[in-house]
């Protein structure tokens, strides 16, 4: 069993920047890739990121890609996601979640991950 809680979350203007923390719990941290989702007011659950169990590999939805960033350090079970020149369209709440295995085959399903946080609120004001 995992559990996760992120943190992070805020207000912030168009073009800021914020960083957000996932900390898990349980034993085994780098035998999961972890990702982060995020679910805008009435859209569906939308990938944003993920990187591998212990080689560091990450992935990107396009709509992130050279903005955001997603790192980790295992030795504090803690995943991150970096997130700069943020746009209105960033707006939702983000959450992490544990993959089934160490490495993503299809970072962008939901279903693969087994375990997930609650959230936290993002907000980009203009």
């Known amino acids: 069993q995992v559990q996760l809680v992120e943190s992070g979350g805020g207000l912030v203007q168009a073009g800021g920047s914020l960083r957000l923390s996932c900390a898990a719990s349980?034993?085994?941290?780098?035998?999961?890739?972890m990702g982060w989702f995020r679910q805008a007011p009435g859209k569906e659950r939308e990938f944003v990121a993920v990187i591998s169990g212990s080689t560091g590999n990450t992935y990107y939805a396009d709509s992130v890609k050279g903005r955001f960033t997603i790192s980790r350090a295992n030795a504090q079970n803690t995943v991150y996601l970096q997130m700069n020149s943020l746009e209105l369209e960033d707006t939702a709440v983000y959450y992490c979640?544990?993959?089934?295995?160490?490495?993503?085959?299809?970072?962008?399903?939901?279903?693969?991950?087994?375990?997930w946080g609650q959230g936290t609120q993002v907000t980009v004001s203009s």
């Open positions: 349980g034993r085994s941290f780098s035998s999961y890739a």
């Open positions: 979640a544990a993959y089934s295995s160490s490495y993503y085959s299809k970072p962008a399903d939901p279903g693969r991950y087994d375990y």
